[in-house]
């Protein structure tokens, strides 16, 4: 009989290892003599400890020699460190900056913990211990370190600096699947001075001591080091692929697929890339009907596919594995955007149109959620489309190889199916609504997405003569608006104020409550109201399309549509009021930055925005200043000024705009001055993040907004003191789906304000009901119908 000769461990090596755990409960011990850790934080600690040890002794006893080194044991006491930071992490929810002494803590071990990882190089160099289970601890170490810390990070830049602390992981997964990932690849100084880059740049940003941007362009800087030092090494391993790579055990002692499991991670691979496929193919595009079961259905496509799949030859069969990846990995890409889309705007994706909504959606997230957010929505939405693209093509060629290797089973399976397609199509059987078993789906989504194309592409000429199709270009200005002569007329938009607002839902019992209080408040000041609704041409976004609609007179419902008309010269309501004798304002509290359509489209003769309204006071969110401060100092900039023209201005108020948190109060109209009463309102208040935990939180924070609005709309109308005001507020559109929920209409109240019954009655034939809060049974218009027929009822 052989007789195995057993290895001996070194007594040091079975200290040191003994000795690991105990300095990581150590040091764990310090940390919360300093600021405290719950179980959590003490759990996640150990577990860094436990983890590393068994690693530890799994490398050593591979690598057939259980001398652990000077060198390592240096990183065995870094690795101790970076269990402690995970513990820090943990303990504060990810987000360091909630507790400074925490924060504190965690940078002095981070740049510990980086000060180790250049020391143990070199010792290992000068000792002559250099081996490659300490070049792989050492490296391991580093990359969890890199992962903690974005982790950290994420949470104030955004989740896609995961990314950064992600991608060593993502690259050995990927080397299961494609075991030429597994070759080991020549040794690089620059591979260390991006890795000591990633972990350096993520330290000062989790410090806080930078600003917002600077962090943000630092961190992207670091991404795309680390991709170029990733790219590197994976193009060099493809180049020496080789067909032998494919089953050969991984080179490095601690870390590699178990040859046992090899098996398991080829059919896991199939089973990602059958999914995969099944989604481009059969996937709804619409949030409310993800569900397991709208996935139970057989795609006509797939069947094609795998037909050809069995028919063509190989090289014929690879090229079209090719071709077809790529058009699935478009396909796929639609229905995220569909599904993106819908959630948002509650219709479907127009690749004609939409693109151009992307830089002013991007924008408008940012003021809204904050510029990492934005930037942060931008980078991952670039990876997914790419992850889309090439995993789609990934997941055809593996299937198309396993369709070639394969190919009695599958014809059978492809028969058995065509048969039941057949069955299901003929009876129409359906186990989801609207989603047959027999799916021609895909096919379907794709004659949609060439029909808006096409479509697209023909509206040009057909909108380009309704803008010449002007009867009231060529009016005078004697032939205008003759029956509001010595009015000021306000248009006043409330942002996201919809049908959901006033009537069918939880939250309208409160804005209708506001709306009755405000109707008996202005009859006591002697103003009339009549209400109805407009049919608005956006939803839950995009407010410059509905402001245009109501001014041109034309249906702007995209943004192809709007930058051709703000490039020509419609006649706006704005023109009609300034050709008739009018002053003419526009008033957009959110911008900060100049808007040149303002003078060049809508020629305002004045124009407020964030800059030059004197404003003093916190931001709330998206909204720069509450909607009480922008009609104040309107009123204070132009209604209270002597021997003035009548004014007619556009005010776009933005209290009520999505995340509808923080929200102001209500102040009394003679203390809000330069808008420092509203020091301190944004942190008394939910803020954003515990708003948007619930759907029902964010519908009562929407109720709340419109509730301001509104409430701050009256109270102008009171404290103005001007007989001649004439007050037009509407919506721009719907909420998003969110609040107005799926099918939801696009309507809008409408409300005209006027304190000279003799405004009230030029518009009695229009139906519109008395008071602020319109009932179902209101007339509804389309928006762009309004232009022409308030000309119309003024003109005499």
């Known amino acids: 009989m052989r007789t195995v000769r057993r290895l001996r ?194 330290t000062v940003a989790v410090s806080g001591l930078l600003s917002a941007s600077v962090v943000t362009g630092a961190v992207l800087i670091a991404l795309a080091l680390l991709a170029e030092s990733f790219g590197r090494d994976v193009w060099w391993q493809w180049r020496q692929r080789t067909w032998q790579d494919v089953g050969q055990p991984h080179r490095y002692p601690t870390i590699g697929l178990d040859p046992r499991w090899r098996p398991a991670a080829r059919h896991t ?31 006509a496509e797939g069947l094609v596919l795998t037909a050809l799949a069995l028919w063509l ?29 819908y959630a948002f705007f509650d219709r479907a994706f127009n690749p004609i149109t939409d693109w151009g909504n992307l830089p002013p959606a991007l924008s408008s997230l940012g003021d809204s959620f904050g510029r990492p957010v934005a930037v942060g929505a931008a980078v991952a939405a670039v990876v997914l489309v790419l992850i889309l693209l090439l995993g789609m093509v990934a997941a055809c060629w593996r299937l198309g190889a396993l369709i070639a290797r394969h190919p009695r089973p599958v014809r059978r399976v492809a028969l058995a199916s065509t048969a039941v397609w057949m069955a299901c199509a003929l009876t129409g059987v359906q186990i989801v609504r609207d989603a047959p078993l027999a799916s021609t789906s895909a096919t379907g989504l794709v004659a949609d997405q060439v029909s808006a194309v096409r479509v697209g592409l023909s509206d040009r000429r057909a909108f380009a003569e309704a803008v010449a199709n002007d009867s009231y270009r060529s009016r005078t200005g004697d032939q205008l608006l003759n029956g509001l002569r010595g009015k000021d007329v306000v248009i006043a938009f409330v942002e996201s104020y919809g049908r959901v607002a006033v009537q069918g839902s939880e939250l309208s019992s409160g804005v209708d409550r506001v709306l009755r209080a405000g109707t008996a408040s202005l009859q006591r000041a002697g103003f009339g109201a009549r209400s109805a609704f407009l049919t608005s041409p956006t939803f839950g ?38 050709r008739a004798g009018w002053r003419t304002v526009g008033d957009v509290p959110s911008n900060q930055q100049d808007w040149p359509q303002a003078r060049s489209f809508y020629h305002y003769d004045a124009l407020y925005d964030a800059r030059n309204v004197g404003y003093r006071g916190p931001g709330f969110s998206y909204a720069t200043m509450p909607d009480q401060y922008i009609l104040s100092a309107f009123a204070r900039n132009e209604l209270a000024l002597q021997d003035r ?152």
């Open 9 to 202: 461990p070194d007594p040091t090596v079975v200290a040191f290892l003994a000795i690991g755990p105990g300095f990581q409960c150590l040091v764990l011990g310090s940390v919360a003599g300093l600021v405290g850790l719950s179980s959590a934080g003490w759990l996640a600690g150990l577990g860094c400890a436990a983890t590393v040890d068994s690693l530890l002794r799994r490398g050593l006893t591979r690598s057939g020699s259980l001398i652990l080194g000077p060198a390592n044991r240096v990183t065995l006491i870094r690795a101790g460190i970076v269990g402690a930071i995970a513990a820090l992490i943990v303990e504060t929810g990810a987000d360091p900056a909630t507790r400074p002494g925490a924060l504190a803590v965690l940078l002095f071990l981070a740049v510990l913990a980086q000060i180790l990882d250049a020391v143990d190089g070199q010792v290992a160099r000068r000792t002559g211990t250099v081996t490659p289970l300490g070049a792989r601890f050492d490296m391991e170490v580093d990359a969890f370190l890199i992962f903690l810390l974005s982790v950290a990070v994420s949470r104030s830049v955004g989740w896609w600096v995961l990314a950064i602390g992600l991608a060593r992981y993502g690259y050995v997964a990927a080397g299961w699947v494609l075991p030429w990932l597994q070759r080991v690849v020549p040794a690089r100084y620059w591979r260390k001075t991006v890795a000591a880059v990633q972990a350096i740049t993520l």
């Open 269 to 299: 691979a199939t089973v990602l890339a059958l999914v995969l496929v099944w989604f481009a193919l059969v996937s709804p595009v619409q949030l409310s009907r993800l569900q397991l079961a709208a996935f139970l259905r057989i795609p």
């Open 313 to 341: 030859r190989p090289r014929a069969r690879r090229a079209v594995s090719v071709l077809a990846g790529l058009l699935l990995g478009v396909l796929a890409t639609v229905k995220v955007c569909d599904l993106a889309v």
């Open 541 to 578: 976004g995009i407010s410059w399309l509905a402001h245009s609609s109501l001014q041109s007179g034309l249906w702007i419902d995209n943004q192809q549509r709007y930058n051709e008309l703000v490039g020509g010269n419609r006649f706006t309501l704005s023109d009609a009021f300034a």
């Open 645 to 796: 023209p009548a004014v007619m201005a556009e005010i776009d108020l933005v209290s009520s705009h999505e995340p509808w948190a923080p929200l102001p109060r209500l102040v009394p109209w003679d203390r809000i001055g330069d808008g420092s009463v509203f020091t301190g309102m944004p942190q008394q208040g939910p803020s954003r993040t515990a708003v948007w935990r619930s759907a029902g939180g964010v519908r009562q924070a929407y109720g709340r907004s419109i509730e301001y609005s509104l409430a701050s709309l009256v109270q102008f109308v009171e404290n103005v003191h001007d007989d001649n005001l004439v007050l037009l507020l509407l919506g721009d559109h719907q909420p998003a789906t969110i609040v107005s929920g799926s099918g939801a209409s696009h309507d809008v109240p409408i409300t005209v304000v006027a304190h000279d019954p003799a405004v009230l009655e030029r518009i009695h034939s229009w139906g519109w009901q008395s008071g602020l809060l319109p009932d179902p049974s209101a007339p509804v218009w389309r928006m762009d119908s309004f232009r022409d027929r308030f000309l119309a009822a003024y003109a005499r």
